[in-house]
Nanobody, 121 residues
Framework: QVQLVESGGGLVQPGGSLRLSCAASGIIFSINVMGWYRQAPGKQRELVAEITSGGRINYADSVKGRFTMSRDNAKKMVYLQMNSLKVEDTAVYYC???????????????WGQGTQVTVSS
């Protein structure tokens, strides 16, 4: 069983900051790409940022310069530092991890349960 547990969401005023964390646990041989996605009410889930095992990061245009993603491979954790938050950043944020459960096994995609981020005055 693999678990992804997100934390750090909440209510913040426009211009404020939040830091999201996601911890992976369970039987995991290796982790490839780790990502943050978000889904606002009535909209499709979209990529916010993703980071490869080598540390290469891809950001959505809408968050470039405001959000910073990082990962700790030893702890199997990924983070999203969100600064200069806007009302339009309001969404449920999901952690996404591509991993191998065992040596030689195929890559699997796992999702966290999501954490609500609300930006409002």
């Amino acid at each position: 069983q693999v678990q992804l547990v997100e934390s750090g969401g909440g209510l913040v005023q426009p211009g404020g900051s939040l830091r999201l964390s996601c911890a992976a646990s369970g039987i995991i041989f290796s982790i490839n790409v780790m990502g943050w996605y978000r889904q606002a009410p009535g909209k499709q889930r979209e990529l916010v940022a993703e980071i490869t095992s080598g540390g290469r990061i891809n950001y959505a245009d809408s968050v470039k310069g405001r959000f910073t993603m990082s990962r700790d491979n030893a702890k199997k954790m990924v983070y999203l530092q969100m600064n200069s938050l806007k009302v339009e950043d309001t969404a449920v944020y999901y952690c996404n991890v591509n991993m191998q459960r065992y040596s030689g096994s195929s890559l699997q995609v796992h999702w966290g349960q999501g954490t609500q981020v609300t930006v409002s005055s």
